[in-house]
T-cell receptor
Framework: EAGVTQFPSHSVIEKGQTVTLRCDPI?????LYWYRRVMGKEIKFLLH????????ESGMPNNRFLAERTGGTYSTLKVQPAELEDSGVYFC????????????FGPGTRLTVL | AQRVTQPEKLLSVFKGAPVELKCNYS??????LFWYVQYSRQRLQLLLR??SRESIKGFTADLNKGETSFHLKKPFAQEEDSAMYYC????????????FGQGTTLQVKP
């Protein structure tokens, strides 16, 4: 079974630019989660999709972040405009069942904003 | 407030020694507790969850509701256990989002 994939693996951009991260969940997983680990801090929840609907976006830092999951398959997370404090590793995870089910993580995208 | 605390950033032991990675949580409802592990150059993966009561790779963890703890233990550490370990909680009443601790790096020396 193919795992969760994320693209790109690394991204280096300048402050003020736009970056779009992509996540492809495991086929058949309706639940898709985004998390972020900022240097030196814990992994923090950003948002949760069930199919194409945003179930919980309480962790989104501000309106510079926009997540979509059109068609309920892959998801994108756009940061526009990027700021220095957005640097970190962005993880995507998917699960079959909603609630406290096992989440399968992607390898992460390392974002560096200069 | 929902919180997971892993007090040790780094735990260094010799091969064959017992290991205990500490995890304490703060949660008002009925949490589900997990341990996730990230080996070098690999993705984050589930190690075990309290509800399944399994022993994975020789690791066990018992949920102690009185002490609000979910410490991870292994009687004899192996070099291949060296990794970053994250304790996390979720709840049946929420969407399944995970709340992570800060993580503990386990270093097993030969």
């Amino acid at each position: 079974e193919a795992g969760v994939t994320q693209f790109p693996s690394h991204s280096v951009i300048e402050k003020g630019q736009t970056v779009t991260l992509r996540c492809d969940p495991i086929s058949g997983h309706d639940n898709l989660y985004w998390y972020r680990r900022v240097m030196g801090k814990e992994i923090k929840f950003l948002l949760h999709f069930v199919k194409e609907s945003k179930q919980d976006e309480s962790g989104m830092p501000n309106n510079r972040f926009l997540a979509e999951r059109t068609g309920g398959t892959y998801s994108t997370l756009k940061v526009q405009p990027a700021e220095l404090e957005d640097s970190g590793v962005y993880f995507c995870a998917s699960s079959h069942l909603q609630g406290p089910d096992t989440q399968y993580f992607g390898p992460g995208t390392r974002l560096t904003v200069l | 407030a929902q919180r997971v605390t892993q007090p040790e950033k780094l735990l260094s032991v010799f091969k064959g020694a017992p290991v205990e990675l500490k995890c304490n949580y703060s949660y008002s409802g009925s949490p589900e507790l997990f341990w996730y592990v990230q080996y070098s150059r690999q993705r984050l993966q589930l190690l075990l969850r309290h509800i399944s009561r399994e022993s994975i790779k020789g690791f066990t963890a018992d949920l102690n509701k009185g002490e609000t703890s979910f410490h991870l233990k292994k009687p004899f550490a192996q070099e291949e256990d060296s990794a970053m370990y994250y304790c996390a909680l979720s709840s049946a009443s929420n969407t399944g989002k995970l709340i992570f601790g800060q993580g503990t790096t386990l270093q097993v020396k030969p």
